[in-house]
């Protein structure tokens, strides 16, 4: 199964559209993690354990490894997601973007050392910049459109050619480089309306959205702007408000009731009851 | 000294505005590196040895360090650098760009862990993720403006309130985030009229500029464009042509020979003699 065909059953099986996604701040652990060896990986494979049922994806945020030297953690991880919590799929978030000859290198890294099923990509550079990653058949390309931040539209909103940026890759995205059907797209929970432009250029292609959780996106909102026909569609990331939901010693309860809050409150807006949906 | 003095010291040093990059790829170094443990440092520190008295920086690409699990010795890559030719800049080519939580991650990596004086950023994302990293006073951030691939037109050179997406970044890069004295751009010197438009913009910022050797960029026109009225401004990378310019266990004096000749045909066209430049 490719990469989108496995979150389409990690949806249905989970009946989910939360992605935890795993931003590991060592300031943050529980005092019994404070400086322990592989106290990374240890965090974070606490969260998939007390999570992985409830979840259609796992999102890694690279930086907050490599800024600890903790890539063998990373790989340690996505080994460890994969064998514990096989249909799960793992997006590892690191935005990489260059051209060819290096992107392919990035590939290598992602797709080979680090074994993610999927990874996010910048559209800055363009279609050359974009197809090292396509190479890979069986994984995901997923390609940064309307990001969730408020620096997002210093770019991303400029209108050429009665069309703004945000809109012209998501068009890219589903009208060039999703030959292989691969192509998702990152759009910020924390705008709705953009969401709901982005939908209605791309038919059923998967949106990763993050902000429902810290950054404060409206889950309700964001179900009615971007969830297909079927009621699936999203990829609703939250991080910190889970991985951090408690700084104590309970922080694995605290995560598994933080995500489970997450899922039910998204699945009471999805447009079907999941046990009629035709899927 | 910040970055952009320690450039402009070493572009008078070395009298020297070319920058060696180093895009290690193991499959294609001499017969007696392959297989050895640390070859990667090894052939960076021998092509660094060579060519440090003819370059402005020295910029090493990540990606091609990471697809081959080699951090440990980039770090040790750079390290090298810093004690055996202090006051030549190391410029982290890893094109980050995230929200600013995960950005000050990314910082932490290039600044703090690497060591790396500059580092190359994607503006896609806006000013808040470009703001983690110029809080590093001392540090230089290398914006992408236009790039010199082919695709890097599918985003950067659409034209929005008169301006094309580029020009933007470069606007707000001297208007907005340059407060500091800290930014620069890159530009392709496959694109010289473009690299001309980001001149008049951006007064004596440094231009970081790709693609005078494999990508087949002229050097002439690149300067012309690109060059500040004394002269300087412009950091012109080279790599596999340098790198790779023998596939023998001669690399090294190849690339001297190949470095010296790309600063001399970048000097020819420098519009003042060094000798006479009144900086």
Redesign the interface.
Known sequence: MNFIQTLAAAWKKNDSLLCVGL?PDPARFPASLRGKDEAIFEFCATIVTATADLVCAFKP?I??F??H?A?AQLEALIAHIHAAHPGIPVILDA?????????A??A??AF??FRADALTV?????????APYLAYADKGVIL?CR??????????T????GER?YE??AR?AAEEWNENGQCALVVGATYPAELARVRARVGDMPILSPGIGAQGGNIAAALQAGQTRDGTGLILNSSRAILYASAGEDYAHAARQGAKAARDAINAHRRRPPETAND
């Open positions: 931003d945020q930086a907050y490599a800024a030297r890539e935005k990489r973007g260059d051209i060819g000859d290096t992107a290198q990035y290598v890294e080979e050392r910048n559209p800055y550079m363009g279609r050359d910049s974009i940064l990001t969730s931040n408020p620096g997002g539209g210093d770019v991303q400029l209108e050429a050619d940026v012209r890759v890219m």
